[in-house]
Protein backbone atom coordinates (compact mmCIF):
# COMPACT_ATOMS: atom_id res chain seq x y z
CA UNK A 1 0.00 0.00 0.00
CA UNK A 2 1.60 3.23 -1.07
CA UNK A 3 0.05 7.15 -0.01
CA UNK A 4 -2.03 7.16 -3.48
CA UNK A 5 -3.75 3.95 -2.09
CA UNK A 6 -5.34 5.36 0.95
CA UNK A 7 -9.13 6.44 0.68
CA UNK A 8 -11.74 6.77 3.31
CA UNK A 9 -13.95 3.89 4.06
CA UNK A 10 -17.54 3.85 1.94
CA UNK A 11 -19.53 6.08 2.91
CA UNK A 12 -17.94 7.61 5.62
CA UNK A 13 -17.33 10.66 4.12
CA UNK A 14 -21.66 11.88 3.54
CA UNK A 15 -22.16 14.51 0.81
CA UNK A 16 -24.29 17.26 1.99
CA UNK A 17 -27.06 18.23 0.22
CA UNK A 18 -27.75 21.15 -1.80
CA UNK A 19 -30.91 23.03 -1.41
CA UNK A 20 -32.77 25.13 -3.57
CA UNK A 21 -30.92 23.77 -6.98
CA UNK A 22 -33.91 23.17 -9.06
CA UNK A 23 -36.65 20.59 -8.75
CA UNK A 24 -35.15 17.71 -10.11
CA UNK A 25 -32.86 17.31 -7.28
CA UNK A 26 -34.96 16.56 -4.91
CA UNK A 27 -34.67 19.74 -2.74
CA UNK A 28 -35.86 22.20 -4.84
CA UNK A 29 -38.12 25.13 -5.08
CA UNK A 30 -39.07 25.49 -1.18
CA UNK A 31 -35.58 23.81 -0.08
CA UNK A 32 -37.47 21.28 2.27
CA UNK A 33 -38.81 23.88 4.57
CA UNK A 34 -42.61 23.56 3.15
CA UNK A 35 -44.78 26.08 1.98
CA UNK A 36 -45.29 30.07 3.62
CA UNK A 37 -45.33 30.61 7.47
CA UNK A 38 -42.61 31.65 10.06
CA UNK A 39 -40.29 28.58 9.34
CA UNK A 40 -40.38 29.30 5.64
CA UNK A 41 -38.48 32.41 6.08
CA UNK A 42 -34.84 32.82 7.51
CA UNK A 43 -34.25 34.86 10.90
CA UNK A 44 -36.55 32.34 13.01
CA UNK A 45 -36.21 31.86 16.91
CA UNK A 46 -39.30 30.13 17.89
CA UNK A 47 -37.67 27.37 19.80
CA UNK A 48 -40.60 26.50 22.45
CA UNK A 49 -42.93 28.53 21.25
CA UNK A 50 -46.37 26.86 20.87
CA UNK A 51 -48.59 29.37 18.67
CA UNK A 52 -49.81 31.27 21.63
CA UNK A 53 -50.81 28.61 23.74
CA UNK A 54 -48.44 28.51 27.03
CA UNK A 55 -45.28 26.79 26.47
CA UNK A 56 -44.65 23.55 28.17
CA UNK A 57 -41.56 24.66 30.10
CA UNK A 58 -43.96 27.41 31.43
CA UNK A 59 -47.07 24.78 32.19
CA UNK A 60 -44.68 22.45 34.35
CA UNK A 61 -44.25 23.51 37.94
CA UNK A 62 -40.76 24.52 39.23
CA UNK A 63 -39.09 21.75 40.97
CA UNK A 64 -35.46 22.34 43.42
CA UNK A 65 -33.83 24.77 45.31
CA UNK A 66 -30.26 26.50 45.00
CA UNK A 67 -28.94 27.35 48.60
CA UNK A 68 -27.30 30.84 47.61
CA UNK A 69 -25.51 30.20 50.83
CA UNK A 70 -24.07 26.83 50.73
CA UNK A 71 -20.59 26.80 51.05
CA UNK A 72 -18.17 25.53 48.52
CA UNK A 73 -15.30 23.49 50.29
CA UNK A 74 -11.64 22.43 49.12
CA UNK A 75 -11.73 18.81 49.83
CA UNK A 76 -8.05 17.09 50.24
CA UNK A 77 -7.54 13.74 51.21
CA UNK A 78 -4.60 12.19 53.98
CA UNK A 79 -2.93 10.95 51.27
CA UNK A 80 -2.53 13.76 49.19
CA UNK A 81 -0.92 15.63 52.49
CA UNK A 82 1.52 12.71 53.09
CA UNK A 83 2.59 12.85 49.10
CA UNK A 84 3.32 16.30 49.33
CA UNK A 85 5.00 16.20 52.31
CA UNK A 86 7.18 13.62 51.27
CA UNK A 87 7.81 16.08 48.55
CA UNK A 88 8.71 18.60 50.04
CA UNK A 89 6.11 20.65 49.08
CA UNK A 90 4.74 21.05 52.65
CA UNK A 91 6.68 21.66 55.40
CA UNK A 92 5.77 19.47 58.08
CA UNK A 93 6.86 21.08 61.33
CA UNK A 94 4.91 24.16 59.96
CA UNK A 95 0.74 24.46 60.09
CA UNK A 96 -1.06 23.04 57.35
CA UNK A 97 -3.86 25.65 56.23
CA UNK A 98 -5.88 26.28 53.13
CA UNK A 99 -3.10 28.88 51.97
CA UNK A 100 0.22 26.57 52.71
CA UNK A 101 -1.97 23.94 50.59
CA UNK A 102 -2.53 26.54 47.74
CA UNK A 103 0.70 27.65 48.01
CA UNK A 104 1.96 24.21 47.91
CA UNK A 105 0.26 23.68 45.11
CA UNK A 106 -2.30 20.46 46.30
CA UNK A 107 -5.22 22.69 45.92
CA UNK A 108 -6.01 25.02 42.62
CA UNK A 109 -7.56 28.15 44.59
CA UNK A 110 -8.76 28.81 47.80
CA UNK A 111 -12.59 28.42 48.15
CA UNK A 112 -14.86 28.86 51.53
CA UNK A 113 -12.53 26.44 53.83
CA UNK A 114 -10.58 22.79 53.85
CA UNK A 115 -12.22 19.80 54.72
CA UNK A 116 -9.99 17.16 55.07
CA UNK A 117 -10.97 13.27 54.25
CA UNK A 118 -9.77 10.01 55.52
CA UNK A 119 -8.30 8.75 51.90
CA UNK A 120 -4.86 7.06 52.37
CA UNK A 121 -2.30 7.39 55.25
CA UNK A 122 -0.59 9.57 57.24
CA UNK A 123 2.90 8.92 58.90
CA UNK A 124 3.85 13.03 58.93
CA UNK A 125 3.34 14.65 62.28
CA UNK A 126 1.42 17.78 60.96
CA UNK A 127 -0.86 20.25 62.84
CA UNK A 128 -3.84 21.19 60.32
CA UNK A 129 -6.03 24.09 60.35
CA UNK A 130 -9.02 23.42 58.92
CA UNK A 131 -12.69 24.06 58.60
CA UNK A 132 -13.69 20.53 58.58
CA UNK A 133 -12.23 17.35 59.20
CA UNK A 134 -13.55 13.74 59.75
CA UNK A 135 -13.52 11.15 62.89
CA UNK A 136 -10.92 8.97 60.74
CA UNK A 137 -8.88 12.07 60.05
CA UNK A 138 -8.71 13.40 63.33
CA UNK A 139 -7.79 9.94 64.73
CA UNK A 140 -4.94 9.26 62.55
CA UNK A 141 -3.41 12.97 62.64
CA UNK A 142 -3.19 12.34 65.93
CA UNK A 143 -1.73 8.77 65.95
CA UNK A 144 1.21 10.17 64.07
CA UNK A 145 1.83 12.92 66.73
CA UNK A 146 0.12 15.67 65.26
CA UNK A 147 -3.14 17.91 66.12
CA UNK A 148 -6.05 19.25 63.81
CA UNK A 149 -7.54 22.65 64.88
CA UNK A 150 -11.21 23.28 63.33
CA UNK A 151 -11.87 26.73 62.06
CA UNK A 152 -15.16 27.78 62.41
CA UNK A 153 -16.16 30.22 59.51
CA UNK A 154 -18.53 33.40 59.79
CA UNK A 155 -20.57 32.02 57.19
CA UNK A 156 -21.14 28.81 58.87
CA UNK A 157 -21.97 30.98 62.32
CA UNK A 158 -24.92 32.75 60.36
CA UNK A 159 -22.47 36.18 61.24
CA UNK A 160 -22.91 39.45 58.97
CA UNK A 161 -20.23 41.95 58.06
CA UNK A 162 -21.73 44.73 59.92
Same mark, same amino acid.
Given at each position: ???????????????????????????????????????????????????????????????????????????? +?????? &???? =? *??????? /????? !?????????????????????????????????? +?????? &???? =? *??????? /????? !??????
Amino acid at each position: MSLNEIKDNEGARKKRMRVGRGIGSGKGKTAGRGVKGQTSRTGVAIKGFEGGQMPIHRRLPKRGFHNIFALDWNEV +TLGRIQ &AAVD =A *GKLDAKA /VVTQA !TLVEAGVLRRAKDGVRVLGGGELTAKVKLEVAHA +TKSVVE &AVEK =A *GGTVTLL /VSKAE !TGETAA
